[in-house]
């Protein structure tokens, strides 16, 4: 069975950093999508970046362009999400979700977020104070 492991949330003042790590486990595929999102109290879930573990195809959305970045390790099926200059309006459970299908959707690197992830890890916890 897949398992996808976050870990990472915590508390931090505004400006401040955080790296948020989401480790899948169970996969047979040589390659596949792994993706944050994130959820704020009495909002809809965002979608907020995803990459390709084989580290050759990322996706950031516009609203954390600049101040968040994702990455792989090469042979590690984890995915690092960097959080610097975090304001409170980032304030969210973050979820990690991880497709090998989605992957190979057409406009997955334009889009990432329409596609369905079945994997799904427990949220972690970010919360930034003012």
């Known amino acids: 069975d897949v398992q996808l492991q976050a870990s990472g949330g915590g508390v931090v003042q505004n400006g401040g950093s955080l790296r948020l790590s989401c480790a899948a486990s169970g996969f047979t595929d040589d390659d596949f999508a792994m993706c944050w999102f994130r959820q704020a109290p009495g909002k809809e879930r965002e979608g907020v970046s995803c990459m390709s573990v084989s580290g050759g195809r990322q996706y950031v959305s516009d609203s954390v362009r600049g101040r968040f970045t994702i990455s792989t390790r090469i042979g590690e099926d984890t995915v690092y999400l960097q959080m610097n200059n975090l304001k409170p309006e980032d304030t969210a459970v973050y979820f990690c979700?991880?497709?090998?299908?989605?992957?190979?959707?057409?406009?997955?690197?334009?889009?990432?977020?329409?596609?369905?992830?079945?994997?799904w890890g427990q949220g972690t916890l970010v919360t930034v104070s003012s």
């Open positions: 979700a991880a497709s090998a299908s989605a992957l190979y959707g057409n406009n997955w690197d334009h889009d990432p977020f329409r596609y369905y992830y079945e994997h």
